[in-house]
Protein backbone atom coordinates (compact mmCIF):
# COMPACT_ATOMS: atom_id res chain seq x y z
CA UNK A 1 0.00 0.00 0.00
CA UNK A 2 1.39 3.29 -0.71
CA UNK A 3 1.49 6.11 1.99
CA UNK A 4 3.58 8.83 0.24
CA UNK A 5 5.75 9.68 -2.90
CA UNK A 6 8.39 12.79 -3.11
CA UNK A 7 10.21 13.43 -5.90
CA UNK A 8 12.45 16.54 -6.72
CA UNK A 9 14.42 18.07 -10.18
CA UNK A 10 12.92 15.57 -12.34
CA UNK A 11 10.73 16.24 -15.25
CA UNK A 12 8.14 19.10 -14.32
CA UNK A 13 9.15 18.96 -10.80
CA UNK A 14 12.05 21.82 -9.40
CA UNK A 15 11.20 21.78 -5.54
CA UNK A 16 10.54 18.83 -3.33
CA UNK A 17 6.85 18.02 -4.58
CA UNK A 18 4.55 15.43 -2.29
CA UNK A 19 1.68 13.30 -3.21
CA UNK A 20 0.04 10.99 -0.50
CA UNK A 21 -2.96 8.72 -0.12
CA UNK A 22 -3.29 9.91 3.63
CA UNK A 23 -7.05 10.16 4.49
CA UNK A 24 -8.58 13.75 5.82
CA UNK A 25 -11.13 14.42 8.43
CA UNK A 26 -14.14 13.23 6.38
CA UNK A 27 -16.56 10.95 7.39
CA UNK A 28 -17.92 10.29 4.52
CA UNK A 29 -17.00 6.91 2.30
CA UNK A 30 -15.22 5.40 5.05
CA UNK A 31 -15.06 2.01 3.17
CA UNK A 32 -12.63 4.28 1.08
CA UNK A 33 -10.18 4.14 4.02
CA UNK A 34 -8.01 1.11 4.82
CA UNK A 35 -5.97 0.32 8.08
CA UNK A 36 -2.83 -0.61 7.01
CA UNK A 37 0.52 -1.34 9.60
CA UNK A 38 -0.68 1.35 12.08
CA UNK A 39 -1.82 4.04 9.54
CA UNK A 40 -5.12 5.04 7.36
CA UNK A 41 -4.65 4.58 3.49
CA UNK A 42 -7.09 6.02 0.93
CA UNK A 43 -7.80 3.54 -1.66
CA UNK A 44 -8.97 5.70 -4.96
CA UNK A 45 -7.01 9.00 -6.31
CA UNK A 46 -8.15 10.39 -9.14
CA UNK A 47 -5.19 13.20 -10.62
CA UNK A 48 -6.33 16.06 -12.72
CA UNK A 49 -4.46 18.83 -14.42
CA UNK A 50 -3.85 20.21 -18.19
CA UNK A 51 -2.22 19.18 -20.97
CA UNK A 52 1.84 19.52 -19.89
CA UNK A 53 1.11 20.32 -15.91
CA UNK A 54 2.78 17.38 -14.82
CA UNK A 55 0.04 14.80 -13.56
CA UNK A 56 1.69 12.10 -15.70
CA UNK A 57 5.06 12.85 -14.95
CA UNK A 58 3.66 11.53 -11.04
CA UNK A 59 3.30 8.45 -12.46
CA UNK A 60 6.12 8.43 -14.76
CA UNK A 61 8.41 9.21 -11.86
CA UNK A 62 7.21 6.43 -9.57
CA UNK A 63 7.38 3.60 -12.61
CA UNK A 64 11.12 4.60 -13.53
CA UNK A 65 12.48 4.39 -9.61
CA UNK A 66 10.23 0.97 -9.58
CA UNK A 67 11.96 0.04 -12.35
CA UNK A 68 15.29 1.01 -11.15
CA UNK A 69 15.36 -0.68 -7.82
CA UNK A 70 13.72 -4.09 -9.92
CA UNK A 71 16.13 -4.15 -12.41
CA UNK A 72 19.16 -2.20 -11.41
CA UNK A 73 19.52 -0.24 -14.49
CA UNK A 74 19.54 3.59 -14.26
CA UNK A 75 16.91 5.21 -15.96
CA UNK A 76 18.25 7.64 -18.83
CA UNK A 77 15.38 10.29 -17.73
CA UNK A 78 17.38 10.80 -14.27
CA UNK A 79 20.04 11.87 -16.39
CA UNK A 80 18.48 14.10 -19.22
CA UNK A 81 14.98 14.64 -17.79
CA UNK A 82 15.66 17.21 -14.47
CA UNK A 83 14.22 20.36 -14.40
CA UNK A 84 14.41 22.27 -17.87
CA UNK A 85 13.46 25.79 -16.42
CA UNK A 86 17.10 25.61 -14.28
CA UNK A 87 19.92 25.30 -16.29
CA UNK A 88 21.69 23.90 -13.65
CA UNK A 89 19.98 21.34 -12.54
CA UNK A 90 21.51 18.49 -14.81
CA UNK A 91 24.47 19.50 -11.86
CA UNK A 92 21.38 18.86 -8.77
CA UNK A 93 20.57 16.39 -7.32
CA UNK A 94 17.35 14.04 -7.95
CA UNK A 95 15.45 12.80 -5.55
CA UNK A 96 12.46 9.89 -5.14
CA UNK A 97 11.49 8.79 -2.11
CA UNK A 98 8.13 6.46 -1.17
CA UNK A 99 6.55 5.12 2.08
CA UNK A 100 4.81 1.91 1.82
CA UNK A 101 3.27 -0.48 3.63
CA UNK A 102 3.98 -4.31 2.60
CA UNK A 103 3.01 -7.17 5.18
CA UNK A 104 1.90 -4.48 7.73
CA UNK A 105 5.48 -3.40 8.05
CA UNK A 106 5.69 0.44 7.24
CA UNK A 107 9.03 1.22 4.94
CA UNK A 108 10.83 4.41 3.82
CA UNK A 109 12.88 4.40 0.82
CA UNK A 110 15.35 7.09 -0.53
CA UNK A 111 18.03 7.31 -3.06
CA UNK A 112 19.29 10.68 -4.60
CA UNK A 113 21.29 11.02 -7.74
CA UNK A 114 23.50 13.52 -9.17
CA UNK A 115 25.02 13.08 -12.57
CA UNK A 116 23.85 9.11 -12.74
CA UNK A 117 25.69 8.47 -9.18
CA UNK A 118 24.02 7.34 -6.10
CA UNK A 119 25.30 9.69 -3.72
CA UNK A 120 22.86 8.96 -0.73
CA UNK A 121 20.22 5.65 -0.62
CA UNK A 122 18.12 4.50 2.26
CA UNK A 123 16.08 1.96 3.49
CA UNK A 124 14.32 2.62 6.80
CA UNK A 125 11.55 1.09 8.80
CA UNK A 126 9.43 4.18 8.86
CA UNK A 127 7.81 5.58 12.50
CA UNK A 128 4.80 7.07 10.37
CA UNK A 129 5.48 10.24 12.44
CA UNK A 130 5.02 8.64 15.63
CA UNK A 131 8.12 7.27 16.78
CA UNK A 132 11.63 7.04 15.41
CA UNK A 133 12.13 5.68 12.12
CA UNK A 134 14.76 2.96 11.92
CA UNK A 135 17.67 2.71 9.27
CA UNK A 136 18.54 -1.17 7.90
CA UNK A 137 20.78 0.25 5.70
CA UNK A 138 22.08 3.66 4.68
CA UNK A 139 24.45 3.91 1.50
CA UNK A 140 26.82 7.46 1.12
CA UNK A 141 28.97 8.38 -2.00
CA UNK A 142 29.95 11.81 -4.36
CA UNK A 143 29.02 12.81 -7.21
CA UNK A 144 32.79 13.25 -8.22
CA UNK A 145 35.52 10.86 -7.18
CA UNK A 146 34.64 7.67 -5.49
CA UNK A 147 33.89 8.03 -1.38
CA UNK A 148 31.17 5.42 -0.77
CA UNK A 149 30.36 4.52 2.28
CA UNK A 150 27.84 1.92 3.14
CA UNK A 151 26.07 0.55 6.99
CA UNK A 152 23.37 -2.44 7.66
CA UNK A 153 20.92 -2.33 10.61
CA UNK A 154 23.02 -4.22 13.65
CA UNK A 155 20.96 -7.29 13.32
CA UNK A 156 22.85 -8.07 9.94
CA UNK A 157 26.14 -7.46 11.40
CA UNK A 158 25.64 -9.43 14.26
CA UNK A 159 24.91 -12.57 11.93
CA UNK A 160 27.79 -14.17 11.65
CA UNK A 161 27.42 -15.07 7.73
CA UNK A 162 25.16 -12.01 7.02
CA UNK A 163 27.56 -9.46 8.20
CA UNK A 164 29.88 -10.84 5.78
CA UNK A 165 27.77 -9.42 2.64
CA UNK A 166 28.10 -5.51 3.22
CA UNK A 167 31.79 -5.83 2.95
CA UNK A 168 31.86 -8.08 0.06
CA UNK A 169 29.02 -6.05 -1.64
CA UNK A 170 30.86 -2.37 -1.10
CA UNK A 171 34.27 -3.84 -2.08
CA UNK A 172 33.35 -6.19 -4.59
CA UNK A 173 30.10 -5.85 -6.39
CA UNK A 174 28.37 -2.89 -5.86
CA UNK A 175 28.54 -0.31 -8.89
CA UNK A 176 28.04 3.36 -7.88
CA UNK A 177 25.08 3.56 -10.19
CA UNK A 178 23.35 0.14 -8.75
CA UNK A 179 20.68 0.40 -6.13
CA UNK A 180 22.21 -1.19 -2.82
CA UNK A 181 18.03 -2.94 -2.37
CA UNK A 182 18.44 -4.37 -5.92
CA UNK A 183 21.33 -6.61 -4.44
CA UNK A 184 18.35 -7.65 -2.02
CA UNK A 185 16.64 -10.38 -4.25
CA UNK A 186 19.07 -13.06 -3.95
CA UNK A 187 19.86 -13.13 -0.53
CA UNK A 188 19.05 -16.27 1.53
CA UNK A 189 19.63 -15.31 5.44
CA UNK A 190 16.94 -14.96 6.81
CA UNK A 191 18.24 -11.43 8.44
CA UNK A 192 17.70 -10.25 4.80
CA UNK A 193 13.61 -11.22 4.48
CA UNK A 194 12.73 -7.64 5.61
CA UNK A 195 15.18 -5.90 3.13
CA UNK A 196 13.49 -8.45 0.58
CA UNK A 197 10.24 -7.58 1.22
CA UNK A 198 10.72 -4.06 0.50
CA UNK A 199 12.03 -5.27 -2.63
CA UNK A 200 8.97 -6.96 -3.33
CA UNK A 201 6.70 -4.51 -3.31
CA UNK A 202 8.19 -2.83 -5.88
CA UNK A 203 8.24 -5.74 -8.19
CA UNK A 204 5.12 -7.29 -7.04
CA UNK A 205 2.59 -4.71 -5.33
CA UNK A 206 3.62 -1.65 -7.59
CA UNK A 207 2.11 -1.98 -10.86
CA UNK A 208 2.28 0.96 -12.95
CA UNK A 209 -0.37 0.84 -16.53
CA UNK A 210 0.76 3.47 -19.06
CA UNK A 211 -1.37 4.48 -22.25
CA UNK A 212 0.96 2.06 -24.28
CA UNK A 213 1.10 -0.68 -21.62
CA UNK A 214 -0.45 -4.13 -22.73
CA UNK A 215 -1.05 -6.77 -20.09
CA UNK A 216 0.64 -10.16 -20.51
CA UNK A 217 -0.98 -13.36 -20.36
CA UNK A 218 -4.71 -12.50 -20.35
CA UNK A 219 -5.40 -15.54 -21.96
CA UNK A 220 -3.79 -17.92 -19.91
CA UNK A 221 -5.25 -16.09 -16.79
CA UNK A 222 -8.77 -16.38 -18.16
CA UNK A 223 -8.13 -20.20 -18.73
CA UNK A 224 -6.74 -20.74 -15.13
CA UNK A 225 -8.30 -18.72 -12.97
CA UNK A 226 -12.41 -19.34 -12.68
CA UNK A 227 -12.72 -16.03 -11.03
CA UNK A 228 -11.18 -13.91 -12.98
CA UNK A 229 -13.26 -15.46 -15.78
CA UNK A 230 -16.15 -15.00 -14.18
CA UNK A 231 -15.70 -10.92 -13.64
CA UNK A 232 -14.12 -10.64 -16.89
CA UNK A 233 -17.33 -11.87 -18.41
CA UNK A 234 -19.12 -9.77 -15.65
CA UNK A 235 -17.59 -6.75 -16.80
CA UNK A 236 -17.88 -7.20 -20.63
CA UNK A 237 -21.51 -7.80 -20.39
CA UNK A 238 -22.28 -4.94 -18.14
CA UNK A 239 -21.20 -2.28 -19.76
CA UNK A 240 -23.16 -3.42 -23.32
CA UNK A 241 -20.07 -4.26 -25.72
CA UNK A 242 -22.29 -6.24 -27.60
CA UNK A 243 -19.83 -9.53 -26.36
CA UNK A 244 -21.79 -12.24 -25.17
CA UNK A 245 -18.54 -14.63 -24.14
CA UNK A 246 -14.91 -14.56 -23.82
CA UNK A 247 -13.46 -17.94 -24.95
CA UNK A 248 -10.15 -19.28 -25.25
CA UNK A 249 -9.19 -21.19 -27.99
CA UNK A 250 -6.46 -24.20 -28.37
CA UNK A 251 -4.74 -24.14 -31.63
CA UNK A 252 -1.63 -26.64 -32.38
CA UNK A 253 1.35 -24.40 -33.67
CA UNK A 254 1.23 -25.80 -37.13
CA UNK A 255 -2.14 -24.73 -37.95
CA UNK A 256 -1.38 -21.68 -36.43
CA UNK A 257 1.71 -20.65 -38.70
CA UNK A 258 0.68 -22.94 -41.39
CA UNK A 259 3.25 -23.52 -44.05
CA UNK A 260 4.65 -20.47 -45.24
CA UNK A 261 6.09 -20.03 -41.17
CA UNK A 262 7.32 -23.66 -40.40
CA UNK A 263 10.94 -22.12 -39.27
CA UNK A 264 8.88 -19.71 -36.52
CA UNK A 265 6.95 -22.32 -35.76
CA UNK A 266 10.10 -24.74 -34.83
CA UNK A 267 11.77 -21.73 -33.22
CA UNK A 268 9.14 -21.93 -30.77
CA UNK A 269 8.79 -25.02 -30.44
CA UNK A 270 12.60 -25.51 -29.34
CA UNK A 271 12.24 -22.80 -26.52
CA UNK A 272 9.31 -23.91 -25.01
CA UNK A 273 10.57 -27.80 -25.02
CA UNK A 274 13.80 -26.31 -23.41
CA UNK A 275 11.67 -24.60 -20.66
CA UNK A 276 8.44 -26.44 -20.58
CA UNK A 277 6.88 -24.33 -17.67
CA UNK A 278 7.54 -21.16 -19.78
CA UNK A 279 4.97 -19.21 -22.01
CA UNK A 280 6.20 -17.68 -25.51
CA UNK A 281 4.12 -14.77 -26.11
CA UNK A 282 3.69 -13.40 -29.73
CA UNK A 283 2.25 -9.89 -30.21
CA UNK A 284 0.83 -8.62 -33.38
CA UNK A 285 -0.22 -4.92 -33.10
CA UNK A 286 -3.73 -5.26 -31.62
CA UNK A 287 -3.31 -8.92 -30.10
CA UNK A 288 -1.66 -10.93 -27.50
CA UNK A 289 -1.08 -15.06 -28.96
CA UNK A 290 0.48 -17.63 -26.15
CA UNK A 291 2.05 -19.98 -27.28
CA UNK A 292 2.86 -23.09 -24.17
CA UNK A 293 3.25 -26.80 -24.11
CA UNK A 294 0.53 -28.60 -23.24
CA UNK A 295 1.13 -32.58 -23.41
CA UNK A 296 4.17 -32.68 -25.04
CA UNK A 297 2.70 -30.47 -27.75
CA UNK A 298 2.92 -26.52 -28.59
CA UNK A 299 -0.29 -25.16 -28.43
CA UNK A 300 -1.39 -21.27 -29.59
CA UNK A 301 -3.68 -19.82 -26.47
CA UNK A 302 -5.84 -16.88 -28.80
CA UNK A 303 -8.49 -14.73 -27.47
CA UNK A 304 -11.95 -14.49 -28.88
CA UNK A 305 -15.09 -12.73 -28.05
CA UNK A 306 -18.12 -13.91 -28.80
CA UNK A 307 -20.82 -11.64 -30.23
CA UNK A 308 -25.42 -12.56 -29.99
CA UNK A 309 -26.15 -11.21 -33.55
CA UNK A 310 -29.62 -12.54 -34.49
CA UNK A 311 -29.46 -15.83 -33.06
CA UNK A 312 -26.18 -16.75 -33.89
CA UNK A 313 -22.84 -16.26 -32.58
CA UNK A 314 -20.28 -14.45 -34.64
CA UNK A 315 -16.07 -14.96 -33.24
CA UNK A 316 -13.66 -11.64 -33.25
CA UNK A 317 -10.35 -11.99 -32.08
CA UNK A 318 -8.80 -8.71 -30.01
CA UNK A 319 -7.63 -7.28 -33.21
CA UNK A 320 -11.18 -6.86 -34.65
CA UNK A 321 -12.80 -5.52 -31.90
CA UNK A 322 -12.35 -1.46 -31.30
CA UNK A 323 -10.28 -0.02 -29.45
CA UNK A 324 -11.89 0.83 -26.72
CA UNK A 325 -12.89 -3.08 -25.95
CA UNK A 326 -9.55 -3.64 -26.30
CA UNK A 327 -8.43 -1.02 -23.73
CA UNK A 328 -11.62 -2.32 -21.27
CA UNK A 329 -10.29 -5.83 -21.83
CA UNK A 330 -6.29 -4.39 -20.82
CA UNK A 331 -7.70 -3.07 -17.39
CA UNK A 332 -9.57 -6.28 -16.33
CA UNK A 333 -6.69 -7.83 -14.54
CA UNK A 334 -5.58 -4.29 -12.93
CA UNK A 335 -9.26 -4.00 -11.58
CA UNK A 336 -9.65 -7.91 -10.30
CA UNK A 337 -6.41 -7.50 -8.48
CA UNK A 338 -7.11 -4.23 -7.14
CA UNK A 339 -10.70 -6.00 -5.60
CA UNK A 340 -8.48 -8.96 -4.21
CA UNK A 341 -5.32 -7.95 -3.41
CA UNK A 342 -2.96 -5.06 -1.64
CA UNK A 343 -1.81 -4.20 -4.68
CA UNK A 344 -1.69 -0.44 -6.23
CA UNK A 345 -2.29 0.37 -9.81
CA UNK A 346 -0.74 3.60 -11.11
CA UNK A 347 -3.09 3.88 -14.29
CA UNK A 348 -1.71 7.29 -16.87
CA UNK A 349 -4.70 8.40 -18.82
CA UNK A 350 -6.95 6.10 -17.72
CA UNK A 351 -10.12 7.25 -19.83
CA UNK A 352 -7.81 6.83 -23.21
CA UNK A 353 -9.93 4.47 -25.76
CA UNK A 354 -12.99 4.46 -23.60
CA UNK A 355 -16.38 5.86 -23.39
CA UNK A 356 -16.61 8.86 -21.39
CA UNK A 357 -19.82 6.91 -19.41
CA UNK A 358 -18.29 3.48 -19.17
CA UNK A 359 -15.09 4.57 -17.21
CA UNK A 360 -17.62 6.26 -15.06
CA UNK A 361 -18.96 3.16 -14.33
CA UNK A 362 -16.31 1.31 -13.65
CA UNK A 363 -14.28 3.71 -11.26
CA UNK A 364 -18.26 4.20 -10.03
CA UNK A 365 -18.47 0.18 -9.14
CA UNK A 366 -14.63 -0.18 -7.91
CA UNK A 367 -15.52 3.71 -5.45
CA UNK A 368 -18.54 1.58 -3.51
CA UNK A 369 -17.71 -1.94 -3.69
CA UNK A 370 -16.45 -1.94 -0.09
CA UNK A 371 -14.76 -5.65 -0.10
CA UNK A 372 -11.70 -4.10 -2.18
CA UNK A 373 -8.25 -4.80 -1.30
CA UNK A 374 -6.12 -2.71 -3.29
CA UNK A 375 -5.61 1.19 -4.32
CA UNK A 376 -6.25 2.57 -7.35
CA UNK A 377 -4.67 6.15 -8.36
CA UNK A 378 -4.75 7.45 -12.31
CA UNK A 379 -4.73 10.53 -14.32
CA UNK A 380 -7.26 11.78 -16.16
CA UNK A 381 -8.64 14.87 -17.93
CA UNK A 382 -12.09 13.12 -17.57
CA UNK A 383 -14.40 15.55 -16.22
CA UNK A 384 -17.11 13.56 -15.76
CA UNK A 385 -15.38 11.42 -12.97
CA UNK A 386 -15.53 14.53 -10.77
CA UNK A 387 -18.29 13.44 -8.67
CA UNK A 388 -18.74 13.46 -4.75
CA UNK A 389 -20.99 10.45 -4.96
CA UNK A 390 -17.74 8.54 -6.35
CA UNK A 391 -14.87 10.17 -4.76
CA UNK A 392 -14.13 11.99 -1.00
CA UNK A 393 -12.64 15.54 -1.38
CA UNK A 394 -9.50 13.93 -0.15
CA UNK A 395 -9.44 11.59 -3.36
CA UNK A 396 -8.80 14.25 -6.05
CA UNK A 397 -5.74 15.73 -6.84
CA UNK A 398 -4.95 18.91 -8.90
CA UNK A 399 -1.83 18.96 -11.14
CA UNK A 400 -0.62 22.90 -12.18
CA UNK A 401 2.13 24.91 -13.12
CA UNK A 402 3.56 27.61 -11.11
CA UNK A 403 5.31 30.53 -12.56
CA UNK A 404 8.69 29.09 -12.49
CA UNK A 405 6.83 26.31 -14.98
CA UNK A 406 7.03 24.00 -12.34
CA UNK A 407 4.41 21.18 -11.30
CA UNK A 408 2.67 21.33 -8.00
CA UNK A 409 -0.07 19.10 -6.66
CA UNK A 410 -2.87 20.21 -4.02
CA UNK A 411 -6.21 18.12 -2.79
CA UNK A 412 -9.49 19.04 -3.73
CA UNK A 413 -9.75 18.57 0.43
CA UNK A 414 -7.57 22.24 0.23
CA UNK A 415 -10.41 24.06 -0.51
CA UNK A 416 -13.09 22.76 1.86
CA UNK A 417 -15.68 22.28 -0.11
CA UNK A 418 -19.43 20.74 1.11
CA UNK A 419 -20.28 17.39 -0.15
CA UNK A 420 -23.14 18.66 -2.14
CA UNK A 421 -21.27 21.03 -4.53
CA UNK A 422 -21.18 20.38 -7.52
CA UNK A 423 -17.14 19.86 -8.19
CA UNK A 424 -17.19 19.27 -12.11
CA UNK A 425 -19.02 22.88 -12.74
CA UNK A 426 -15.98 24.18 -10.75
CA UNK A 427 -13.32 22.71 -11.73
CA UNK A 428 -14.42 23.21 -15.67
CA UNK A 429 -14.92 27.25 -14.15
CA UNK A 430 -11.31 27.15 -12.73
CA UNK A 431 -12.04 27.16 -9.29
CA UNK A 432 -9.73 24.58 -8.30
CA UNK A 433 -6.90 24.95 -11.54
CA UNK A 434 -5.69 22.37 -13.17
CA UNK A 435 -7.28 23.72 -16.63
CA UNK A 436 -6.18 25.33 -19.51
CA UNK A 437 -6.43 28.82 -19.49
CA UNK A 438 -8.14 29.21 -23.57
CA UNK A 439 -8.91 32.90 -23.48
CA UNK A 440 -11.32 34.42 -25.97
CA UNK A 441 -11.21 31.77 -29.20
CA UNK A 442 -11.95 34.73 -31.99
CA UNK A 443 -8.21 35.97 -31.08
CA UNK A 444 -6.99 32.91 -32.64
CA UNK A 445 -7.52 34.67 -35.83
CA UNK A 446 -8.64 31.86 -37.57
CA UNK A 447 -10.97 33.53 -39.72
CA UNK A 448 -7.97 34.77 -41.20
CA UNK A 449 -6.09 31.27 -41.87
CA UNK A 450 -9.23 30.31 -43.77
CA UNK A 451 -8.99 33.14 -46.08
CA UNK A 452 -5.89 32.73 -46.90
CA UNK A 453 -6.34 28.84 -48.33
Known amino acids: MLIRFLVKNLFSFKELTEFNMLPGRFGRMPYHVYEAGGIDLLKLNAMYGANGAGKSNLIRALALLREYVVTGNLPIEFLVETFKFDKESPQKDVYLGVEFIKDEVPYYYGITINQGIIVEEELQISGLGKKEDYTLFIRTDTAGEKNLELDFAKEVMADKEAGIFPWFLKNEILERNKPVLFYMAGRKNEVFEIFKKALQWFSADLVPIMP ?92 YFLHDIDGGAVKFTAAEESDGTRRLVDYLPAFYAALHSKQVYLIDEIERSIHPLLIKELINKFSHDQSTKGQLIFSTHESNLLDQDIFRPDEIWFAEKNTEGATEVYALSDFKEHHTIDIRKGYLNGRYGGIPFLGNLKDLNWEQHAEAH
Open 212 to 303: DTKPAGIAIYLEEDAGFYQFAADVMQAFNTGIERIVVDTIPIEAFFGEEDKQQAERITAELKAAPEKTRPFRTEHEEILFVLRAGKVVAKRL
